[in-house]
């Protein structure tokens, strides 16, 4: 983990209305997904919000390994579970948290396209700069680590076992999240957990 990571904590009130701004902009392009295809695991809540608000298409996964530890990555990713649905001769909408290296979604895209799909497109909340695969829908640009609302308590793990392996200050990774926007009180309840885990 860099030392100048910042976060970005959104609420799911946040979410969600960047997910119904999502929507909108699907709506507007005209394209009616078949299939939904959320990427295991951070794609699955976006997946199952969009199936809601554009009427319920089906939904599916397809599960990638990739991500070893806050802003660390394996050296490439991995499909670990194809796709879960037919998806020959469909429109599919693949939907992922956040595109930050955009090497899983165009793993994905290729998989879902090598299965017969008639059209594939990408949808994410959010958008790092960098991503080698811009999504041709997103809500917001950012050069934050996002912890979403589903994988609160995961992170805080991840950065309490970092910071000590590392002999970093939990302290100041408490503040930087809290400044992010984690609730005090939830950042100190998972932090507790996981130091009384370790002992026990």
Known sequence: MSADIEFEVPTWDQIYEMLLNLADKI?????????????SRGGWPPARVMSDLLEKPETANVRVEFYSDIAETKSRPV???PVSASVKDKNVLVTDDVADTGKSLKLVKDHIRKHGARSVKIAT???????????????KKTTCWVVFPWERKETVSKLVEKCIKE????????????RGGLNADLAERFIREVIEGRVG
């Open 27 to 39: 709506r507007q392009d005209y394209f009616h997904p078949d299939v939904i295809v959320g990427i």
């Open 79 to 81: 499909i670990t579970q």
């Open 125 to 139: 909340i959010y958008y790092k700069p960098w991503s080698e695969t811009v999504p041709d829908y997103y809500e």
């Open 167 to 178: 002999k970093r200050s939990i302290e100041e990774a408490k503040a930087k999240l809290i």
